[in-house]
């Protein structure tokens, strides 16, 4: 069975960094796509960033492109979304999600972790 398992989230002070950790257990990731969504309070689930977990292609968000970014480490089965220059408003419940494909979609993401809570402050 796949479990993502997402880790390093937590309080920062605006214009402070985070790196949120995604690590993968079960069957192979060879041929998926990795992606990052958020949630933030009353909003819905955007996407944010993906990568192909073979290939290292990526794409991003207009939201964080050039702020995030996203890796990722296939020794350890570990997917990082690096965070820079955080603000309020970047303030959700941030996912990390495993896909087929390279994608944007939120439905054609088959497993997803239990979310890491980031928190920016003013």
């Known amino acids: 069975q796949v479990q993502l398992v997402e880790s390093g989230g937590g309080l920062v002070q605006a214009g402070g960094s985070l790196r949120l950790s995604c690590a993968a257990s079960?069957?192979?990731?060879?041929?998926?796509?990795m992606g990052w969504f958020r949630q933030p309070p009353g909003k819905e689930r955007e996407f944010l960033a993906v990568?192909?977990?073979?290939?290292?292609?990526?794409f991003y968000a207009d939201s964080v492109k050039g702020r995030f970014t996203i890796s990722e480490d296939n020794a350890k089965n570990t997917v990082y979304l690096q965070m820079n220059s955080l603000k309020p408003e970047d303030t959700a419940v941030y996912y990390c999600?495993?896909?087929?494909?390279?994608?944007?979609?939120?439905?054609?993401?088959?497993?997803w972790g239990q979310g890491t809570q980031v928190t920016v402050s003013s």
């Open positions: 079960g069957r192979t990731f060879s041929g998926y796509h």
């Open positions: 990568i192909s977990w073979s290939g290292g292609s990526t």
């Open positions: 999600a495993r896909s087929r494909f390279r994608t944007t979609i939120t439905s054609q993401y088959d497993y």
